[in-house]
């Protein structure tokens, strides 16, 4: 098997069973949609969606000093996290670039996981154990011990419910405990990228497929559908959350991103970026970077990533992500737009489709926002 092969999740043949269409992200074969990736969005905003999502990249540190080590390989303050939390952060490069977004959970005293985006996943890895040099904790590729299934939606809580004795009405945003569901042994964790409440389960790559069935036939008499990467994709987007590669990359700080709030100046210690981090807020303070705004279309053309933004036929940005929005019924991007022109319902801002100017309206992101 060449290098270049696609890898595969331990749901693979299930994905094809159910006729999903196929697509490479990241090396991995990954379900793109089932169906209509309009009624897959639509199911998660309103029912529930199942995906898969083993190709998230799980790396293990554990030891005496695992936390000083997270402490001073990322941005947050990880020593802080408690034992059945969890934290979004950034790992970063010495000049403050972004390498990856990532989240933590602190499954121990002296254990803990962190999962990055599956394109930077041998990166992340490769950061950490370097930075591990002189502390006394052990980083682990655990990629292959785990595979990954969402359950995302207002009626993902009941699901889930009917297989599990864990307390997950105690289980709160951004925490995650062991488990057994439908008899599987799993870390429910909280979490999601689609806007919605719901739950990510960690669990043994053998064990997928008995689970993933188990919740298919608990959410069928609700409406929950398996959902593909296509429909994750316009979630995240009207939910405002960041796609590494898109709104994030190495060229930009988090200051640069707008979320410079991951970053603990205040945490004991030096950690990686520090310096140049400091100063990436200081240039912010006194002369704002451009800032990720939203724009909706007044039109029907639908904005791609690359694009030009535009305001009295002078460039003022750049539109990262951009997709027909399900749930607005318009097309929608992100974009990162000078200061000047990112106060929501700033006047004369188009984007520059294929030389046409077509107007769009700023506003603050998130598109949506769930009701609690």
């Not at 069973?17 to 090396?27: I, K, P, Q």
């Not at 303050?77 to 990532?102: F, H, K, P, W």
């Not at 003022?316 to 951009?322: P, R």
């Not at 106060?343 to 769930?370: N, Q, T």
């Amino acid at each position: 098997m060449s290098s270049n092969a696609p890898r595969h999740t331990a749901l693979d043949a299930l994905h094809r069973s159910l006729g999903a269409t196929m697509t490479d992200f990241a090396g991995w074969d990954m379900p793109l949609r089932y169906g209509s990736e309009r009624d897959e969005h639509l199911a998660v905003r309103t029912k529930a969606g199942l995906f898969d999502l083993s190709h998230m990249g799980e790396i293990t540190v554990t030891g005496p000093q695992a936390a000083a080590l997270l402490n001073y390989a990322l941005v947050g303050n990880i020593a802080s996290v408690g034992v059945g939390r969890a934290r979004y952060t950034m790992i970063c490069q010495e000049d403050g670039g972004i390498l990856d977004d990532l989240i933590v959970y602190r499954l121990a005293e002296t254990e803990y996981m962190v999962v990055a985006n599956a394109s930077n996943a041998q990166v992340v890895l490769d950061a950490l154990t370097g930075r591990a040099d002189g502390f006394d904790a052990v980083v682990r590729d655990d990629r292959d011990a785990y595979a990954l299934i969402a359950v995302q939606g207002p009626e993902s809580p009941g699901i889930l419910k009917s297989l599990t004795d864990a307390d997950l009405d105690g289980l709160k945003y951004y925490a995650g405990l062991p488990g057994t569901v439908a008899g599987v042994p799993a870390l429910i964790a909280r979490t999601g990228y689609t806007g919605e409440d719901g739950f990510e389960l960690f669990v043994a790559p053998a064990d997928a497929e008995r689970l993933w069935q188990a919740l298919t036939e608990a959410g069928a008499p609700v409406g929950l559908v398996p959902c593909g990467l296509s429909c994750r994709d316009t979630l995240r987007l009207e939910a405002g959350m960041p796609l590494y590669g898109h709104e994030l990359t190495t060229s930009l700080t988090p200051f640069d991103a707008g979320l410079g709030r991951v970053v603990k100046f205040e945490k004991e210690g030096d950690f990686v970026g520090r310096k140049a981090l400091e100063a990436a807020a200081e240039r912010a303070e006194k002369n704002p970077p451009r800032v990720l705004v939203g724009l909706i279309a007044e039109g029907r053309r639908v904005p791609r990533a690359g694009y030009t933004v535009v305001a009295d036929g002078t460039v003022i940005g750049e539109v990262t992500s951009g997709a027909p929005s399900p749930t607005l019924g318009k097309p929608i991007a992100i974009a990162y737009v000078d200061a000047a022109h990112a106060a929501p319902g700033s006047a004369g801002v188009g984007v520059d489709i294929r030389g046409s100017h077509e107007p769009y309206e700023v506003v603050a992101l998130p598109f949506y926002k769930r009701q609690k």
